[in-house]
């Protein structure tokens, strides 16, 4: 079975810089989604960034990015130019890439402080 | 284009009393749906999922059940509440090949 995890519980960052929250999978499937859902205090999942396994190239969303290394089964969300709106939980999850009810696993999060 | 709704939004129950939760998704036909379950300060933890009418998967035994009447919905059953089963309730739907789309949630206290 796939697990992700998040090692970082929380992390601060001040408006306008930059922060990178971490995540890491294990699988031993060779074809795969990553992603990262946001969720603020309203508690509303909303996608972030989606990555295809098979891509090489790091998928980016404005302000947001990822660094993507297959073989280190390694999957970080860079965040450029903090907002205080950025402020929330986030979800590093794993999607598997075919099946008939491809299940969406989850890490445990990292809670995002942003400070003025 | 595609919606989620999920009520009721919060939910108070006393321990013993039974739990219906509803999922309906529009603007698609024969999504995989699926129940997550966010317990205080953790991650998700998918608790069934369902590839069409009456087909129901569940991944963790539990004292929770799901049906799946219609094509769009998804129900969440209980025929008594633990205090365990308190927490924030997700519904999300998908397709082979795209992202999930969660509803708005509801958050259960079992008191």
């Known amino acids: 079975a796939q697990t992700v995890t998040q090692s970082q519980p929380e992390m601060s960052v001040q408006e306008a810089e930059t922060v990178t929250l971490s995540c890491t999978y294990d699988?031993?499937?060779?074809?795969?989604?990553l992603f990262w859902y946001k969720q603020p205090p309203s508690r509303q999942m909303i996608l972030v960034i989606r990555?295809?396994?098979?891509?090489?190239q790091n998928a980016t969303e404005n302000r947001f990015s990822v660094n993507f290394q297959k073989a280190a089964k390694s999957f970080s969300l860079k965040i450029s130019d903090s907002q205080l709106g950025d402020a929330a939980m986030y979800f590093c999850?794993?999607?598997?890439?075919?099946?008939?009810?491809?299940?969406?696993?989850f890490g445990t999060g990292t809670r995002l402080q942003v400070t003025l | 284009s595609q919606t989620i709704h999920q009520w009721p939004a919060t939910l108070v129950q006393p321990v013993g009393s039974p739990l219906s939760l509803e999922c309906t998704v529009e603007?698609?036909?024969?999504?995989?749906l699926y129940w997550y379950r966010q317990a205080a300060g953790r991650g998700l933890q998918l608790l069934f999922y369902?590839?069409?009418?009456?087909?129901i998967s569940s991944e963790v035994p539990q004292n929770l059940s799901a049906s799946r009447p219609q094509d769009r919905q998804f129900i969440l059953s209980s025929k008594k509440l633990l205090l365990s089963d308190s927490g924030f309730y997700l519904c999300a739907w998908s397709e082979v090949g795209v992202s999930f789309v969660f509803g708005a949630g509801t958050r259960l206290s079992v008191l």
């Open positions: 369902s590839v069409g009418i009456g087909q």
């Open positions: 699988t031993s499937e060779s074809d795969y989604y």
């Open positions: 990555q295809e396994a098979y891509k090489q």
């Open positions: 603007g698609t036909s024969n999504p995989n």
């Open positions: 999850a794993y999607r598997s890439w075919g099946g008939t009810a491809s299940k969406l696993t």
